[in-house]
C-alpha cells in the first residue's frame, strides 16, 4: 500500500519570500506541487511561523500570495523551528490519516531540517523536496555556507540519513508521487 503522503510548507511567509535565495523559482515549484496535491486529493498543511518581527496579522507573517491556503486549508501557527513542538500539527496529520510528509519552505537549515527530523521522530516517513527548500541570502563567507552549499548539504544529509522504520527519500519536485489515504 502507498503510503498517505500530505504536503508541509514550512514558513513561505511575504517576510521569509522577500529574504529567500531562489524565492521566485522555489514558490514556482511549492506552488506546482500544491495544485498536484491538491488535484490528487492529498491534504497540504501550511505552516506559518510567529514572533521573531513575524507577528500575527502583519504583512510579513501572511503567506506568500501565490501559495494562500483556501479557506477549509489547514494552517499550523508555530514559535519555534520545530513544527510539532506546542503545535496542533501531529494531531492533524493523524487525523487525515497520513503517513509520510512532503516537506517543502523556509529555512533549509533551521525549520525545514527540524521539521523533518522530527516528523522522523514522530513516526511518519519523509520526502525532502530537493528544489523545493531554500534559505536566505547571504554572502558565501562567514560562518554560514552560501545558500546553495546549503541546500546542497541538508539535500546529502537526507539521502544518507537512517532513521529505523522510517523512509526517508530526497526528490526533486517532477518526481514526487502523491498519494492520499485510503
Known amino acids: 500500500m ?3 503522503s500530505v ?18 523559482e522555489t514558490v514556482k515549484v511549492i506552488a506546482g506541487l500544491r495544485e498536484r496535491a491538491l488535484a490528487a486529493g492529498v491534504p497540504v498543511v501550511m505552516i506559518q511561523d510567529q514572533g521573531g ?21 489547514l494552517v499550523v501557527h508555530k514559535a519555534s523551528p520545530d513544527s510539532f513542538l506546542g503545535t496542533g500539527l501531529d494531531a492533524a496529520l493523524k487525523a487525515v490519516g497520513a503517513t509520510e510528509v512532503v516537506v517543502t519552505g523556509f529555512a533549509t537549515e533551521m525549520c525545514v531540517d527540524t521539521t523533518a527530523r522530527q516528523a522522523l521522530s514522530h513516526g511518519y516517513d519523509v520526502v525532502l523536496v530537493a528544489d523545493g527548500h531554500t534559505t536566505s541570502v547571504r554572502p558565501d563567507s562567514g560562518a554560514y555556507a552560501s545558500p546553495d552549499r546549503s541546500i546542497a548539504h541538508h539535500n546529502e544529509i537526507f539521502r544518507n540519513i537512517r532513521f529505523p522504520g522510517r523512509r526517508v527519500r530526497v526528490l526533486p519536485a517532477a518526481e514526487v508521487e502523491f498519494s492520499s489515504a485510503p
Do not use: K
Open 53 to 73: 518581527g513575524m507577528d500575527p496579522g502583519t504583512d510579513g507573517w501572511q503567506i506568500a500570495p501565490e501559495l494562500a491556503p483556501d479557506s477549509d486549508g
Open 7 to 24: 504536503l508541509l510548507v514550512i514558513d513561505m511567509q511575504n517576510a521569509t519570500v522577500a529574504i529567500a535565495h531562489r524565492a521566485a
Open 2 to 4: 502507498p503510503p498517505a
